[in-house]
């Protein structure tokens, strides 16, 4: 079930291209090139957006990726360590500003942020761009953030505005917009297999799975 009754607002905090940006964050030079964080002979962990632009993307080979950038191309090892500390900081910042946080990976967070708009006076949308900006000043990564009422919800929107954005939808007449707009393989853990078996029972948006 994508909704459920609750009174609660979350939002999650998705880095965008986490590891790429940590190593532009180590090495303000990079900033506006093409960085692919890899080794050799193995694959893409993350690229920069300008990577991405001229076709690399999360998962290519590293030789495939060096063919497509060329010299252009910035090619850094991954170092795990600086981005767990990274990921620290961040965290550390959420759970200063939220209610409560709840980890999901080195580069996405949970955060609870029931009744912080209303504190503000402001609405959810606008808190999340100021997060998002509060993020960028004090720890220097990109993140986009998705706020609805249940985790599910906000993990799918915060893709909807990428990179760099934010996206609410609170009410359930908002959601169900969305929802009517959004391709069900959008919608977490739902694969291939379980897109084509709904979609043989008439189902093709998420918004036909809401209380599937």
Do not use: H
Request: net charge positive; with cysteine; aromatic share 12%.
């Amino acid at each position: 079930m994508l909704i459920e009754k609750s009174s609660s607002v979350y939002c999650l905090v998705d880095c965008d291209s986490f590891f790429a940006y940590c190593e532009v964050l180590r090495n303000p030079n990079l900033r506006g090139k093409p960085v692919a964080v890899s080794r050799d002979r193995d694959i893409v962990l993350a690229a920069t957006y300008e990577a991405k632009k001229l076709g690399v993307k999360t998962w290519t080979a590293s030789w495939d990726a060096k063919k497509i950038l060329g010299s252009a191309g910035v090619f850094i090892p991954p170092d795990f360590k600086r981005y767990s500390n990274v990921s620290d900081r961040l965290n550390d910042l959420l759970s200063r500003f939220t209610l409560g946080i709840e980890v999901y990976s080195i580069d996405e967070c949970f955060c609870d942020i029931t009744g912080l708009a209303e504190q503000y006076n402001m609405s959810y949308e606008r808190f999340a761009y100021r997060l998002k900006r509060k993020i960028k000043k004090e720890i220097g990564i990109p993140v986009s953030i998705g706020v609805a009422r249940t985790k599910l919800l906000a993990k799918l929107f915060s893709d909807l505005n990428k990179p760099y954005g934010q996206f609410a939808a609170i009410d359930n007449d908002s959601v169900d917009q969305v929802l009517k707009n959004l391709d069900m393989n959008k919608v977490c853990f739902v694969g291939y297999s379980r897109t084509k078996t709904l979609q043989s029972q008439g189902m093709n948006a998420a918004y036909d799975i809401k209380y599937a």
